[in-house]
């Protein structure tokens, strides 16, 4: 009995766990499937390095700004901006709630994305992607990722 309840909780760990990080290929499949390869000129490497600067592709990452804002997810969305999370005033450009930003299966996340990548700057209104990932030799990130 004590086992089986031990089997449970720590699959259930696993699941949660995996909810939190994504693997930085599966990440790649589900950027190409919703075509953000070469979306507003950027390839999928730069997508790749966007997470990984700024969430480590943790997809439930909060972090909370000096000025009361926060950023959400594995963009980073930020909630003064782009969403709404009850918390402080928010333009909600994007019209979604914070949270859902979070959820696994990254839509809204990246529809957001889409959206702010389709503003004036581009990338750029990423300070993370500008400081580490602009002008770089980005390729190795979608190393031994197969997209098919
Ligand atoms: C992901 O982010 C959440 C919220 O910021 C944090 O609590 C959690 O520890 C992070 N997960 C990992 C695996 O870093």
Known sequence: MA????????????????????????????????ELDGFEGYSLSEWLCLAFVESNFNISKVH???????????????????????????ENFCHVDCQDIMHPNLLS???????????????????EWKLHCS???LNHWLTGCNLG
């Open 64 to 90: 909370e700004n000096a000025d009361g804002s926060s950023d959400y997810g594995i963009f980073q969305i930020n909630s003064h901006y782009w969403c709404n999370d009850y918390r402080s005033h928010s």
């Open 3 to 34: 086992k089986v309840l031990f089997v449970c909780v720590a699959s259930f760990l696993l699941v949660v766990n995996h909810a939190l990080l994504i693997d930085r290929c599966d990440l790649a499949k589900v950027l190409h499937r919703l």
């Open 109 to 127: 996340a990246i529809t957001c994305a889409k959206k702010i990548v389709s503003a004036p700057g581009g990338m750029k209104n990423w300070v």
């Open 135 to 137: 002008g770089r030799p």
